[in-house]
């Protein structure tokens, strides 16, 4: 029983970790594309973005990559707010509930804005939708962490992709290998799902935008159906 309850557990996580990494890479993909080369969800190359920018002078391009990386930090602010010990054991010690209503909250709005906007969008209306993907982001950095202890991130992939690698290589080189390889539980399947919200980004987003920007914001309802039901199954086991 108890082995059927952490089996069942963990694929409630692996779906959740996929979904939220397929949004990831659509939203990126999307923000990329759709609001003037910046990204709201992977804060290394958004920074590149903002460093080229200065060093270009080009000021529009570097405001917006600046309201990326504030939104981004103030949705980690707010998701820590809510990660903290004395909100987190109102959940049971999981909080990823509450976590994943908050990004439902902006990245909806941000949804709903982007929707109804002329296209491609302008003006206050682009630091508006960068500001609140980026804040939704930054909330799901949170989020993700509460789902597992792994270290598995549905929005940044080096690390990720180093377990991958040196997984790969241990199993491969065995014994030879000295350093002890981490395995890729999880790392592969999430890089694989933002790889493929990437892509169906990239080829769907010059016919089908107002549609696909929709796709993140299904994907966090599809990892928050999961967290209802991981708690639901819980208290069943025990």
């Not at 692996?14 to 923000?31: E, R």
């Not at 000021?59 to 010990?85: D, E, I, M, Q």
């Not at 960068?130 to 929005?155: C, D, E, K, P, Y």
């Not at 796709?215 to 991981?230: F, W």
Request: proline share 3%; charged share 10%.
């Amino acid at each position: 029983m108890a082995r059927a309850a952490e089996a069942g557990r963990l694929r409630y996580e692996n779906l959740s970790l996929a979904s939220l990494s397929l949004g990831a890479g659509c939203i990126d993909v999307l923000s990329f594309l759709g609001l003037g080369d910046v990204f709201t969800s992977a804060m290394t190359g958004n920074t590149a973005l903002l460093a080229i920018a200065i060093g270009q002078g080009r000021v529009l391009a570097a405001s917006r990559s600046l309201c990326s990386l504030l939104g981004f930090t103030v949705g980690v602010v707010l998701a820590a707010l809510l990660y903290a010990p004395w909100n987190a054991q109102r959940d049971g010690g999981r909080p990823l509930t509450r976590i994943l209503l908050l990004e439902l909250l902006f990245l909806g709005a941000c949804t709903v804005l982007w929707t109804a906007s002329p296209q491609p969008i302008q003006g206050g209306a682009v630091y508006a939708v960068i500001a609140l993907a980026s804040l939704s982001m930054g909330i799901q950095a949170v989020g993700a962490r509460s789902i597992n202890s792994s270290g598995i991130s549905t929005i940044v992939f080096t690390t990720g992709l180093i377990h991958i690698v040196m997984s790969a290589t241990g199993r491969l080189a065995g014994r030879r290998v000295a350093m002890k390889a981490p395995s890729d539980h999880g790392h592969l399947p999430a890089f694989a799902a933002y790889g493929c919200g990437a892509v169906v980004a990239a080829v769907v987003i010059s016919h089908y935008l107002k549609l696909l920007v929709w796709m993140p914001i299904t994907a966090v309802m599809i990892a928050l159906v999961c967290s209802v039901l991981t708690n639901r199954r819980e208290p069943d086991a025990a």
